[in-house]
């Protein structure tokens, strides 16, 4: 037994020319749009399906050391903060270099206490 059910869609313009498309919520009295639906019993939005982000589960001390490692990843570096800070990557701007640096001992030091 299938059954079926009608999506609709929604196009706004885009800046450069041309369409975008978009699926509206087939939940009753919604109709947000919504780039990506949730699949399930039935199709809904993120809003009507209840659904959060994992990240919003997470703890602050997790919240912080996903950060670091990011941040790390990002400068060739390492996961491990006890590695300690490396090289500038080639390419990169100094500018952002040392706007990751910053982030990267203020979240170390909040977190590690280094």
Same mark, same amino acid.
């Given at each position: 037994?299938?059954?079926?059910? #009608? ?5 706004? $313009?885009?800046? +450069? *020319? @041309? ?5 509206? +919520? $087939?939940?009753? *009295? ?8 949730? @699949?399930? $019993? ?6 009507? *399906? ?16 996903? #950060? ?7 400068? *060739?570096? @390492? ?11 080639? @390419?990169?701007?100094? &500018? ?11 979240? &170390?030091? &909040?977190?590690?206490?280094?």
């Amino acid at each position: 037994m299938s059954t079926t059910s #009608r999506i609709r869609l929604d196009w706004t $313009p885009c800046n +450069c *020319g @041309g369409q975008r498309a978009w699926f509206l +919520c $087939p939940t009753p *009295g919604c109709a947000q749009r919504t780039a990506i639906l949730n @699949g399930g $019993p039935t199709f809904t939005c993120r809003h009507c *399906g209840e659904l959060a982000y994992a990240s919003r589960a997470e703890r602050s001390a997790a919240r912080a050391i996903r #950060r670091v490692h990011k941040i790390r990843e990002r400068l *060739g570096w @390492g996961r491990s903060v006890s590695f300690g800070h490396g090289d500038k990557p080639k @390419g990169m701007r100094w &500018a952002t270099f040392e706007r990751l640096v910053e982030q990267h001992d203020a979240l &170390a030091v &909040a977190r590690l206490g280094r």
